[in-house]
């Protein structure tokens, strides 16, 4: 089946009355519509038109997030395929935009987005998208509405399947649940669809649950690949692993540059776990990315500012009243100065040089309690050789099977074993410690670690 635009592999760029003639037509779009007409022929003139035949794919999960569509003619199908089927999250028609939250997440593509007509379009490039993002704040004041909007739809969808996976899971699964999946809100219709399969099939023969594996593969596809740890920096040696205690699991991490000399690190612990965990922990990655990437200062107080502006975003729509910890770092690559931010997080230390371990106490409370809560950033300072450490309370919850927990006092003594090994046997070692601990044992919280080491301004 074709993936790719017809035509040469270099369209040309659109003269300027085939920008001013398409601006034209899509300037009642909701977004674009917040930028003049005249500010919108120019994006557009920027950009290349391009065509797709039916059934061709405009954008494929995993595709570098490197530009945007605007839709003029034709119907597209955004899916995401689990490996076991292809899930049907939305159907576009002209005039739409496709594809514009990657390019300001920085994050790659997350759904494959299908032709279902012949369609064109123009592409954007990312770089003229956020220019014209900070030209025009009320367009980047649309697109952070919309990205609102869909953590809304989140939040409504995992509150219904919450109750429904609970009510599964006890074995007391009333029938009539599946009479109010037949005609569920507008925003739950492929999902509901999706959830009605599997509950058919745990009543007939308890078959395998199909969507625990779907949303498992939508949070792998949000953990940064390890090779992107290796390429993050020549300065840092970085390594992270997530071993959770059911399919999906509530932790996440993250690392990314954000500009030539610094770079970011988190990990966060949701409320709860499973479906509703994962969906919630995937919201604050990307509305962390998102405001990360709008610019952040030189200060611990931008930092600040960041969790507080995040905070409210996760606020704005928590119905379900779930929470995340969440430790947020900002490693100068040049001077090793670290900004950080714990928001409700007790998990992290630093290891020096000397042998000791500096825990660092929260400086706030958790995501998404309180809307204006306060949020403070303190800032110190890695000499070449030391790190910073970490994780999830999964490692210090984890329990063997005499329903002992692994505790504090097991995980210093852990650390001290592998404190001297480079970040990735120092994670794997201290995870392999608490698996071979636990023995048999269920486990009821995920396990998740992240730890960098600076290694100078010129690298090891």
Avoid: W
Wanted: one cysteine or more.
């Amino acid at each position: 089946m074709p993936d790719a635009a017809s035509g040469s592999s270099d369209p040309p760029r659109l003269s300027g009355a085939d920008a001013d003639r398409l601006a034209a037509e899509l300037a009642n779009h909701h977004l674009l519509r917040q930028m003049p007409q005249a500010a919108l022929a120019d994006l557009i003139g920027r950009g290349t038109e391009v065509t797709f035949a039916a059934g061709a794919y405009l954008m494929r999960t995993g595709g570098e997030s490197d530009s945007a569509l605007l839709l003029t003619s034709g119907t597209v199908l955004v899916s995401i395929d689990t490996g076991y089927d292809a899930v049907e999250l939305a159907r576009f028609a002209a005039p739409a935009v496709v594809g514009e939250i990657g390019p300001f997440t920085g994050v790659p593509r997350t759904a494959d987005v299908q032709a279902v007509t012949a369609v064109r379009a123009v592409r954007i490039p990312a770089g003229d998208l956020l220019a014209s993002a900070h030209a025009h704040p009320h367009f980047l004041s649309a697109v952070m509405r919309q990205l609102g909007g869909r953590f809304e739809t989140f939040n409504r969808a995992f509150g219904f399947y919450a109750d429904a996976l609970n009510a599964l899971e006890r074995r007391d699964f009333d029938l009539q649940l599946l009479d109010d999946l037949r005609n569920p809100l507008p925003e739950l219709v492929n999902f509901s669809q999706s959830f009605r399969r599997l509950a058919e099939a745990i009543m007939v023969r308890e078959a395998e649950r199909r969507e625990l594996a779907n949303a498992a593969a939508i949070q792998r596809a949000m953990v940064p690949d390890p090779a992107e740890a290796r390429a993050i920096a020549p300065q840092v040696d970085l390594y992270a692993q997530m071993r959770p205690a059911k399919d999906v699991g509530g932790d996440c991490y993250d690392y990314f540059r954000l500009d030539d000399r610094r770079i970011a690190v988190s990990l966060g612990d949701v409320s709860g776990k499973g479906i509703p965990a994962a969906l919630f922990m995937t919201a604050t990655q990307t509305a962390l990315r998102y405001v990360m990437r709008g610019g952040l200062g030189p200060t611990p107080q931008d930092l600040a500012h960041v969790a507080a502006t995040v905070n409210q975003l996760l606020c704005a729509t928590n119905r379900e009243q779930l929470f995340v910890t969440l430790f947020l770092g900002v490693l100068d690559l040049e001077t090793g100065v670290l900004d950080y931010c714990n928001c409700g997080h007790g998990e992290g230390m630093i290891l020096r040089a000397d042998g000791t371990a500096e825990h660092k106490a929260p400086t706030g409370m958790a995501l998404a309690v309180l809307e204006d809560a306060p949020y403070r950033a303190e800032r110190t300072r890695l000499a070449p050789g030391e790190r910073l450490f970490i994780f999830s309370d999964g490692l210090t919850d984890a329990v063997d099977p005499a329903d002992q927990f692994f505790g504090e006092a097991r995980l210093q003594a852990a650390v001290a074993m592998v404190r001297h090994q480079p970040s990735e046997p120092f994670v794997t070692g201290l995870l392999d410690t608490i698996a071979a601990f636990a023995g048999s044992a269920a486990q009821y919280d995920d396990m998740t670690a992240l730890a960098v080491t600076y290694l100078g301004p010129s690298g090891g």
